[in-house]
């Protein structure tokens, strides 16, 4: 077995247990920092025991002084054991394990039917496993707006973190390339997250929260009537660095656009990008930048005058 996954189980349990310390949270920062393959490894193990149902809010309390370690060693290990033999046994949920899985082509945005009273759009190249029990999902890649209506909580896991979202709620969704953003558009939803010290934290109405790959974090407050322009085909940059505004444009098109005039990366633009306008964006740059467009075999270079 896998040493990097043993030890991945062991601090999932250790997480998760009832007498987890605060030094056990800066030890397994210590983990993740010693070796890069430890951050993946422990993340997808995470997102596989969450979708099994085995994950629960960790409970962080101070250790009494009398505790005799032996025995909640050995229940840590026992629980290691379980998970690793889960993790194994288990085959992936994209799987036989998946009650069903959705997904979105370059530039398709659809709206889907998780449960009577949850639902969820999908933004272009997302991809999302839903549980058996419909109550439980996993956001793989991409971006959705998630809405429940109900009192039954919806939980969604979604690259080391999981989001609950309660009756009279929605929330959007989205993973990058180097972090993870979880912005509450209606009521307040709970995110956990193992990287977090405290055991949850609430995300309110308009915050948007940020994991980074790093494990550290941050929340802002963005206009969230760009920050969903996407639902409408549109894509509103206000003032964003040209590097920025290609590679957004880039997600939804199959012919990507490559900038090759690094001095130009952080010139800045602002405007409206319709998605179905296809090479519009290109055509308009011009007059805008000095730049030319040159087209190659599958992609268009953006070179400097």
Known sequence: MDVIKLRAAEW????????????????????????????????????????????????????????????????????????????????????????????????????????????????TQTRLVVGPNGQQARLCHGQILLSVAGPDPFHLSADGMTVQLH????????????????????????????????????????????????????????????????QGGELVFRNQPLAEVIEEINRYASRQIVLSAPRLASQRLSGVYHVRQGDAFLQMLPHLLPLRIRPAHNTYEIIAL
């Open 167 to 230: 009756d009279q709620t929605s929330a959007d969704i989205r993973i990058n390339r180097g972090n993870t953003e979880v912005t509450a558009i209606r009521g307040k939803v709970f995110l956990t997250a193992a990287t977090l010290r405290e055991t949850g934290r609430w995300v309110m109405p308009g915050q948007r929260l940020r994991m980074y790959r790093n494990g550290g974090w941050n929340i802002d407050y963005p206009d969230l009537e760009t920050l969903l322009s996407w």
């Open 12 to 123: 999932i349990a250790r997480l998760h247990a009832e007498d987890c310390t605060p030094l056990d949270h800066d030890m397994f920062r210590d983990w993740l920092a010693s070796d890069p393959r430890n951050g993946p490894v422990f993340e997808h193990l995470t997102e596989l025991w969450e979708l099994s149902g085995g994950a629960r809010t960790p409970h962080v309390v101070a250790k009494p002084a009398q505790t005799v370690r032996r025995p909640v060693l050995s229940r840590r290990h026992a629980l290691a054991g379980l998970v690793a033999t889960v993790f194994l046994a288990v085959p992936p949920w994209e799987g036989a394990h998946a009650r069903r899985i959705e997904e979105t082509g370059i530039g398709s945005i659809r709206d889907v039917h998780l449960t009577p009273r949850t639902d969820c759009r999908l933004d």
